[in-house]
Nanobody, 120 residues
């Protein structure tokens, strides 16, 4: 069965860092692009980042550029999202999902999410 599972969320002060992980099982990153999106109460879902290993392309939401970095760890079949200089507006439930290549426009499946809380 193809699935992803997120981990690494938590509570952090503004300016702090977290590293989220998206563990994939049942497929490899040659099959899909992997995207991160977040959902906060009262806000629309936002696509935060996307990585396509097959062509090396990455995408970042404008508001996270320069602070977030997405990477693939083939050894553990995991995609990481390093989040630095976190801001209160970055808070939300972060999900990773497997998307049709190229880009992250059509999602096939995603995980339950991991909560990120940023205190001011």
């Amino acid at each position: 069965e193809e699935q992803v599972a997120e981990s690494g969320g938590g509570l952090v002060q503004a300016g702090g860092s977290l590293r989220l992980s998206c563990a994939a099982s049942g497929f490899t990153f040659d099959d899909y692009a992997i995207g991160w999106f977040r959902q906060a109460p009262g806000k629309e879902r936002e696509g935060v980042s996307c990585i396509s290993k097959s062509d090396g392309n990455t995408f970042y939401l404008d508001s996270v550029k320069g602070r977030f970095t997405v990477s693939v760890d083939d050894a553990t079949n995991t995609v990481h999202l390093q989040m630095n200089n976190l801001k209160p507006e970055d808070a939300g439930v972060y999900h990773c999902g497997a998307y049709k290549r190229p880009g992250c426009l059509i999602a096939y499946f995603w995980g339950q999410g991991t909560q990120v809380t940023v205190s001011s």
